[in-house]
């Protein structure tokens, strides 16, 4: 009996080791934790433009690249193959298709988060608040922009639940253009803080100008002449704005045209030798010449 | 946690009431030693045999000589006296006491057909197998002897009905899949629950490094020459009690122990050689074309290499291990050291492992026993990548994507690797300087160990207690020196990976055995598990080396980081009856949660109910005819409930952004995976119903078994539409089923003492279904090329994917110029379609897709012959799978004009078919389906045992082949194969993964 009595601890020093049912992430914060902090509204921001700089702004170029005959796909992949072939050999299931279309609205959902929680989370810092504001509508226009490159119709606003609305290219540049005046008023009215500027638009990033460069492009697709005219005229040439990109946030072109080797720009960029200035300055950017050779054609 | 100490505590106060009861009794008995000797039917001793007086705790067991004498204190009286011994059938005494001593030989019967199986497995106490409402099936040490397979799970290939287990990659560290009847889940592991000694191990297939699919399964870890026994049971009928983990069966390990005795010790020692046993047809044609325009025929004259000549090596293999057993009444002791070393038949790769185990068993009092274990292993590997799912860096991958008319050797003068892939179109790896210059490296060090209390307060009752720890830490290292033919780190790449890997499980089970009155015995189980385990992974990574140096600090750092925890309780009752010998019927039901749910999702409940009637044992069956011929009868039938608490991640619930670094600062990034709190475990439900018989006077035996598993709540993975701004999201939306049939033969056609001739054979078909894919009901899987999918209606893993337009008559339906072309038409859900033609009868509309295969076999088959005449033993294993299809992405790329290594681009060559046609047929995947059944010789050997004098006990010599020959019509190296490795839907895939080598080996056993 005494042998079990000597035992008994024994049991015990194993059984409490843990009885722990509730765990915290420690590797990522959850929802409930970003959209309702002021540090998860600056931070979502970041985030943000980062997703939309590597991974969406690089689907916009290749893919609809291809299909306008301005790049052309060079490796052997379906989904490359079916992009370069085109026409009625590139099925709606493509995955290149569909990439472009969910980095799109991955942005876009990042975007309407922050329009929607920053009022109340930001409601005592008007100055970040307009900022985070302004820089989420841009966000929002560019995705919108981006979807009418590529796309006939699409939802102008994403739905968790899956049930989100199409509506017609015009209509969703309209709201592109509408949410790009906003921003701009936004920015007119209040001036982002500092801390803004200085953690989430960063060196060589002119917001007003970025969004009047933009507001000038949606109109001048929607073929409102005048209104890209006035909003180009606002843009400040005096100021560059870029993404800035490192070996964790890769440019998505030198990925594709370097490391994926899935794209490679056309002879001349698919233009008659006539219409291609060959000052073009996209090749030096493409870093590449175009000297694949596809089906036996340049 | 308050609830399961008053259990405990509640359990110590019988434990004191009945231990003072006993005592009061024992005054009045006398002291008596009875002691005989065990032999078998040629009269040598049977170690180790158990020897019992029924109906009181006295017992003990036979020495090294067959020996036996223990002390017994008893009124006098007659008594039953029982010895059992794993391997031989219980044979039985009465004997009557009344001196001091007693003396008592036995002659016992082997137990070929294992009729008097007791087992533990899924039961609370030691069953007998016989009593079981539910299917079991074991091994012993003897039946994996000379398997020669370098881990458990591949020792099991072909051993056990209702199992498939594949390996697949032929790199000796493993990479083996086992599955009992069928997968149960799509997005969580069907791998089994593998205890050892009680301890839950971890078998993670994790890849560290990209490997290009391969991956080592953590169960290569265990040394198999360690093992005592292995029991299995396959699903919810019989695993209930084991609960949230039990959805994939359960498969348990007993290690060997010491027996009482002098020390014993055992040496074995072999070399093995690994050959590839099949070569791909190469290209040999010596013109190439000038370039790939269709109208131009031109070629010129080129010298073709066979690039598998200089990948392929034959490799040589050493394993030693030394054993020392013996013990005491009370103490008793078992430790063995073991290493083994294997080259790999890729040039550049192989695999060592050294173990050390220690087994104590100590007697404490009269009532309590302690054991503990202590395992302690090494491996190391040095790898060259090869397949390529992810990453394309392989030297296989190399090989397949090369023009074979570039001679791969460096340049003399610069020692450069020339690129061996067409350039500009596709650069891949030149596979030489894969091997001569990559440095792939993984190294394991685990400790494993257990220490298990057991009291036998009073007769019947029985309280287990143990605790089990499994902690290991996995290194893997990759360089790629800066300057090569790699498709994309021509900068260089240097990467280290580490998890550390913690587990720790705590299982207190107490049983009760008691005669309720002379026709009705009743065992009860209540028992209490908490099971906790935590990952900490790390990573870093970095490109753009400098010239020199391997570590990553020789580029500009990336790191990654991942931790998770996870625990896991439940606690179930058992209550079986045995109803008059004939009857057995047992009821059980088990509570679980598991931190990884939602709260309100957390608890689970899982029952199951069993029975089995023992028709033999009834009186007309005795009387009639029917006792004659079949001398063992008995039907069972299973169900069983249980649970799948594991399928998702330990976060999986939370929407988790993930965190990036732009411009300096810190961001966070809105993820791909939506959570959800309300996602609950899968839920199996299984039932089964089978019979066991025996014919001809006990010289055949016969189990079979029909299976119905139904898992309800599947997890998957549901693609989310674009639009709501996420990509995926795990929920409860599918269902899987498993139906099936399982039978095995076991049958003595001759048994003398000279001669002994047993031969199994076990067959297994399954039929897997998925249903429940929302949308069109297919859900592709990225880690098959999205060509792998669950498709509503069909298995799990079903290839899906676009095939070539036919005739009616079933000729390709050529284009304009001359051409295959895939089929086009209007897509329907579920894989279904309408053919869509145009005026001039071409395909017209969007390309199709459908299920053009299933990785899953009809049926899983094996035969096993053992002959013995006098010292000579002759074992030979035929096992294999009919009836699956292989999705050849191997002889799809190598057969391609721009590559063109293997011999199908011939054809287009010589002009025997139109010049664009391996183009052509490269875009139609459906084509590049094979029928991959085929049956192997899996096992042969032959041993000799030499007659010893002296010190020496036993000398054996083994020549012995593993994978010798496989007979099938698959075209690619071996249709036992898959570059996912161990992913649990992608099955069936080959893409250059080492084909699996034939082994020859010979080995020496020795016996102190």
Request: net charge neutral; proline share 4%.
């Amino acid at each position: 009996m005494k042998t079990i009595i000597k035992f008994l601890p024994f049991f015990f020093l194993f059984l409490v080791s843990s009885c722990e049912l509730e765990y915290v992430n420690p590797n990522a914060p959850s929802d409930a934790q970003v959209l309702s902090t002021r540090e998860g509204m600056i931070t979502l921001s970041i985030g943000m433009k980062q997703n939309y700089s590597t991974a969406a702004l690089g689907e916009l170029i290749y893919t609809t690249g291809a299909t306008s005959r301005e790049l052309k796909g060079v490796t052997t992949f379906t989904s490359v193959l079916e992009i370069e072939a085109g026409g009625t050999a590139l099925p709606t299931f493509n995955g290149n298709i569909f990439r472009l279309w969910q980095r799109m609205y991955r942005v876009m959902g990042m975007a309407e988060d922050l329009i929607e929680n920053a009022p109340t989370v930001l409601a005592s810092d008007p100055a970040t608040l307009s900022g985070v504001m302004a820089h989420a509508h841009l966000f929002k226009a560019m995705a919108l922009g981006g979807l009418a490159t590529g796309y006939e119709q699409f939802p102008i606003q994403t739905d968790v639940s899956g049930k989100a609305v199409f509506s017609p290219r015009a209509q969703g540049l309209t709201e592109a253009v509408r949410l790009l005046d906003a921003a701009a008023a936004l920015l007119a009215s209040t001036p982002p803080s500092a801390e803004f500027n200085t953690r989430v638009i960063g060196a060589n990033f002119d917001l007003l100008s970025t969004i009047n460069a933009y507001r000038a492009r949606y109109n001048l697709m929607l073929g409102k002449n005048a209104e890209a005219l006035a909003a180009a005229n606002l843009v400040n040439l005096n100021t560059k704005s870029q993404f800035v990109y490192s070996s964790q946030s890769p440019n998505p072109i030198y990925q594709e045209m370097l490391v994926s080797k899935n794209y490679s720009p056309r002879e001349n960029f698919g233009l008659p030798a006539s219409l291609f200035d060959a000052a073009d300055g996209r090749l030096g950017f493409f870093l590449s010449r175009p000297d694949s050779t596809v089906g036996g054609k340049h | 946690m308050t609830k399961l100490t008053l259990t405990k505590r509640g359990g110590f106060r019988v434990a004191v009431l009945a231990a003072l009861f006993l005592l009061s009794f024992s005054s009045l008995s006398a002291q008596v030693l009875i002691k005989g000797k065990i032999t078998d039917k040629n009269g040598a001793g049977v170690i180790g045999a158990s020897v019992a007086l029924q109906d009181t705790r006295f017992g003990g067991f036979a020495d090294l000589d067959g020996n036996y004498s223990f002390e017994a204190v008893v009124d006098p009286g007659p008594y039953v006296l029982v010895v059992t011994s794993v391997g031989y059938r219980t044979a039985s005494m009465t004997i009557s006491i009344t001196g001091n001593q007693v003396e008592q030989n036995f002659q016992v019967e082997e137990d070929i057909l294992s009729l008097d199986e007791v087992v533990v497995t899924g039961t609370v106490a030691n069953t007998a197998k016989r009593e079981l409402g539910n299917s079991i099936s074991s091994l012993s040490s003897k039946d994996l002897a000379n398997a020669n397979a370098v881990s458990i799970d591949g020792a099991l290939q072909g051993k056990i009905s209702g199992a498939q287990v594949t390996q697949n990659s032929g790199n000796p560290a493993g990479g083996i899949t086992v599955r009992l009847r069928g997968p149960s889940t799509i997005v969580g592991s069907s791998d089994p629950l593998f205890i050892v000694d009680g301890v839950i191990v971890n078998n993670d297939s994790r890849q560290l490094i990209d490997l290009g699919g391969y991956a080592q399964n953590r169960l290569v870890d265990i040394n198999p020459n360690d093992i005592e026994r292995i029991e299995i049971i396959k699903g919810a009928a019989a695993a209930a009690i084991y609960g949230s983990r039990a959805n994939n069966g359960v498969v348990q390990i007993f290690t060997k122990k010491g027996t009482e005795g002098a020390a014993r010790v055992s040496f074995s020692t072999q070399i093995r050689l690994n050959q590839l046993r099949k070569k791909l047809p190469y290209n040999e044609y010596p013109f190439a074309f000038n370039n790939t325009t269709a109208t131009d025929l031109s070629q010129r004259p080129v010298e073709r290499y066979d690039y598998q000549d200089l990948i392929f090596r034959d490799g040589i293999g050493t394993e030693n291990s030394l054993s020392v057993s013996g013990g005491t009444a009370s103490t008793k002791y078992y430790v063995s050291g073991s290493n083994l070393y294997n080259k790999r038949i890729v040039d550049g790769s192989d695999f060592s492992r050294n173990s050390l185990r220690l087994r104590l068993s100590q007697k404490v009092g009269k009532m309590i026993k302690v054991d503990a274990g202590a395992n302690y292993v090494v491996s190391s590997s040095r790898e060259i990548p090869n397949g390529g799912l992810v990453e394309a860096y392989g030297a296989l991958t190399g090989f397949i994507f090369a023009n074979n008319f570039i001679n791969p050797e460096p340049d003399p003068a610069t020692g450069i690797y020339p690129s061996t892939a067409p350039t500009n179109v596709l650069r891949r790896t030149n596979p030489l300087e894969a091997i001569d210059r990559f440095d792939f490296r993984q190294q394991t060090n685990r400790f494993i160990g257990d220490i298990q209390v057991n009291i036998k307060p009073v007769l019947g009752l029985n309280i287990d207690y143990v605790v089990g720890m499994d902690n290991y830490t996995q290194i893997a290292t990759a360089y790629i020196p800066p300057k090569n033919t790699t498709p994309s780190y021509d900068g260089g790449f240097s990467r280290r990976a580490d998890a550390t890997v913690f587990q720790i499980n705590n299982d207190l089970n107490i049983s009760y055995r008691t005669d309720l009155s002379d026709w009705l015995k009743s065992t009860t189980g209540v028992g209490a598990t908490l099971q906790y385990d935590r990952t900490n992974s790390f990573s870093a990574q970095a490109q753009q080396l400098g010239a020199f140096g391997e570590t990553v600090n020789n580029g500009t750092v990336v790191a990654g980081e991942f931790r998770s925890e996870r625990t896991i309780m439940g606690a179930f009752a058992q209550q079986s009856f045995g109803i008059h010998d004939l009857l057995f019927l047992t009821g059980a039901a088990r509570v679980d949660a598991s931190s990884v749910y939602g709260e309100d999702n957390r608890w689970q409940f899982f029952p199951k109910v069993s029975g089995s009637l023992v028709a033999s044992n009834l009186g007309f069956w005795k009387d009639s005819g029917l006792g004659k011929l079949f001398p063992n009868f008995k039907i069972r039938a299973a169900w069983g409930q249980s649970g799948n608490l594991t399928a998702i991640g330990v976060y999986d619930r939370f929407t988790n952004y993930g965190p990036i670094v732009y411009g300096g600062q810190t961001g966070y990034l809105a993820p791909q995976q939506l959570g959800n709190f309300t996602v609950v475990p899968e839920r199996q439900t299984e039932f089964e119903v089978g019979a066991d018989l025996t014919m001809l006077n006990d010289r055949l035996s016969l189990e079979f078994t029909y299976y119905n598993k139904d898992v309800k709540d599947l997890i998957l993975n549901r693609t989310l539409s674009p639009t709501t701004g996420f990509n995926n999201r795990l929920i409860n939306v599918g269902t899987m089923t498993n139906k099936g049939f399982e039978f095995m033969v076991k049958a003595v056609p001759v048994n003398t003492s000279q001669f002994q001739w047993v031969t199994t054979f076990n067959y297994t078909s399954n039929d897997n279904v998925v249903n429940g894919v929302e949308g069109n009901g297919v859900l592709p899987f990225a880690g098959g090329f999205s060509q792998v999918a669950a498709v509503n209606g069909y298995p799990l893993g079903a290839f899906y994917t676009g095939f070539a337009a036919t005739n009616p008559d079933g000729t390709y339906l050529l284009t304009a110029a001359g051409l295959p072309q895939r089929e086009r038409g209007v897509q329907g859900p579920n894989g279904t379609y309408t053919v869509g033609r145009d005026a001039n009868g071409q395909p017209s509309g969007t390309p199709l897709v459908k299920v053009v295969g299933d990785p899953n076999p009809v049926s899983v088959v094996a035969w096993v012959n053992e002959v013995s005449i006098n010292k000579l033993t002759f074992r030979m294993q035929w096992d294999g799978m009919l009836g699956f299809d292989v999705f050849n992405f191997t002889k799809r790329v190598g057969d391609r004009d721009l590559y063109g290594g293997l011999k199908g681009y011939e054809a287009e060559l010589k002009g025997e078919v139109p010049k664009g046609t391996s183009a052509a047929l490269f875009g139609i995947l459906g084509e590049w389906i094979e029928d991959g059944s085929f049956i192997k010789l899996r096992e042969i050997s032959v041993s000799y045992d030499i007659p010893t004098k002296g010190l020496l006990r036993g000398l054996r010599i083994t020549a012995a082949g593993r994978n010798l020959l496989s007979i099938d019509n698959y075209s690619g190296f071996d249709p036992e194969v898959n570059a996912a490795g161990q992913d649990n839907a992608v099955r069936g895939f080959d893409f250059v993964e080492v084909p699996i080598p034939r082994m020859f080996i010979l080995g020496m056993n020795a016996n102190f």
